[in-house]
């Protein structure tokens, strides 16, 4: 009968003192660039990256840092990837792949013509780059 009531007061007291999660709230007035992402992923220096309607955003935990192509189309971005090497990958519906190394955007492909206005899901698996709709695979190295 003790050895129910010290166990049932143990869990009680480790219950009491639970952990929280830390989170943050984040809104315009700390330079928040939009209000609508579409991914979100850390990469290995800890930086949050961020893909919504404004585009491809850094978060160092003060400032934001938001990254752009001269020949981008659309300023949305959508399936953000990180790859082994830090490197981070987004789309945009017009078919263009960008990754941002050494604090610039770069554009790997235009896959326009292939994705006729079709958003591809892109996974990273190694060192291959997969982009797959419901008609077409597309698989870089």
């Known amino acids: 009968m003790y050895r129910l009531a010290y166990i049932s007061l143990f869990l009680i007291c480790k ?3 639970a952990q929280q999660p830390v989170s943050i709230h984040l809104t315009e007035k700390d330079g928040l660039p939009d209000k609508e992402f579409y991914g979100v992923d850390e990469d290995s220096k800890g930086f949050i990256w961020l893909a ?5 955003s850094r978060y160092d935990g003060t400032d934001f840092k ?3 192509h001269p020949e981008k189309r659309g300023i949305s971005v ?4 990180i790859d082994l090497n830090d490197r981070v ?5 017009s078919g263009q792949v960008f990754y941002v190394e050494d604090e610039k955007m770069h554009l ?11 958003l591809p899901d892109m996974k ?10 419901y008609r077409t695979t597309h698989i870089f190295n």
């Open 15 to 17: 219950l009491g003192v």
């Open 52 to 56: 919504g309607n404004s585009g491809l």
């Open 66 to 68: 938001t990254y752009s």
């Open 78 to 81: 959508f399936e953000l990837n």
């Open 89 to 93: 990958w987004c789309v945009n519906i």
């Open 108 to 118: 790997f492909a235009d896959l326009q013509k292939d994705l006729n206005g079709l």
């Open 124 to 133: 990273i698996i190694n060192n291959d780059l997969i982009l797959t709709t």
